[in-house]
Nanobody, 116 residues
Framework: QVQLVESGGGLVQAGGSLRLSCTPSTSRFSVNAMGWYRQSPGKQREFVARITAGGMTDYADSVKGRFTISRANPRTNTLYLQMNNLRPEDTAVYYC?????????WGLGTQVTVSS
């Protein structure tokens, strides 16, 4: 069992920056990939960014050039999302996801609010 805990959300003005973190409860298990998703009120959860165990990254078109996903050293597997030039449409609850073997684990989310 793996628990993922997000942090770093908050209220920021448009054009500002935030850095989200996702810390797994254990580094005992190998992770295949980790990613960030977000969900706005009344909308489905959507993909934001992912990073594989080998370090390959992928982004949603809406965040390319503004968001950067990264991981700390493989021992801790802490995941980050650097968000720059934030827009009001980026307002959402941001969730961390970890793929361990054939199982997906999700965090409880952290709220990001961007004011215009």
């Amino acid at each position: 069992q793996v628990q993922l805990v997000e942090s770093g959300g908050g209220l920021v003005q448009a054009g500002g920056s935030l850095r989200l973190s996702c810390t797994p409860s254990t580094s005992r298990f190998s992770v295949n990939a980790m990613g960030w998703y977000r969900q706005s009120p009344g909308k489905q959860r959507e993909f934001v960014a992912r990073i594989t165990a080998g370090g390959m990254t992928d982004y949603a078109d809406s965040v390319k050039g503004r968001f950067t996903i990264s991981r700390a050293n493989p021992r801790t597997n802490t995941l980050y999302l650097q968000m720059n030039n934030l827009r009001p449409e980026d307002t959402a609850v941001y969730y961390c996801k970890g793929v361990y073997g054939s199982r997906d684990y999700w965090g409880l989310g952290t709220q990001v609010t961007v004011s215009s």
